[in-house]
């Protein structure tokens, strides 16, 4: 792997490790006494997070496939 690729699978795994810690918060006590409106902000951020984190793995997904052919 190219180092930017390596840079990209290092930045999704920290995303996901987030997005755990988040989700684990959302599911948890301390979450219900934060204010509703937060809330919603927690949800959204959880959200684009989780959506981020599918770009990066297509990105992953294609590191091979993109790859230029060398010729020959």
Do not use: W
């Not at 999704?12 to 959302?26: H, R, T, Y």
């Not at 959200?47 to 294609?62: A, F, P, T, V």
């Amino acid at each position: 792997m190219k180092p930017y690729q390596e840079r990209v699978v290092a930045e999704k795994k920290e995303l996901d490790e987030k997005i755990a810690k988040l989700k684990a918060f959302i599911a948890g006590d301390t979450f219900k006494t934060v204010h509703v409106y937060e809330q919603d902000r927690l949800h959204e951020q959880r959200q684009c997070m989780e959506e981020y984190s599918e770009i990066l793995q297509n990105r992953i997904d294609h590191f091979l496939i993109d790859e230029p052919k060398s010729p020959g």
